[in-house]
């Protein structure tokens, strides 16, 4: 389970990467990204860490759908992974 969770993580923050070296989302929006990544990061670390996990990540996707439909993709499949583990 902490594999598919790490890879969800890794997900994401290879996209914060690649959307920062692209110049295409500002910088609260990199915050938004980098938040979600940490979410993720505190819930390897911490099992009491998931509980509403899924549904942040969700509401991300959301924010991020209509501006930065890549972004969105990146954060829904890391929701797909969740709910796949039962999250």
Do not use: C, W, Y
């Not at 990467?17 to 505190?42: C, H, M, N, P, S």
């Not at 990146?74 to 797909?80: H, L, N, P, Q, Y």
């Amino acid at each position: 389970m902490d594999e598919q969770l790490r890879s969800a993580l890794d997900d994401i923050q290879s996209a914060i990467r690649r959307f920062e070296a692209d110049g295409v989302i500002d910088d609260d929006e990199r915050a938004q990204l980098r938040t979600l990544a940490d979410k993720l990061g505190a819930a390897l670390d911490d099992p009491d860490e998931h509980d509403g996990l899924t549904d942040h990540l969700d509401e991300a996707a959301i924010r991020f759908e209509g501006n930065h439909p890549t972004v969105a993709a990146v954060i829904r499949s890391a929701v797909d992974t969740l709910t796949g583990l039962g999250m």
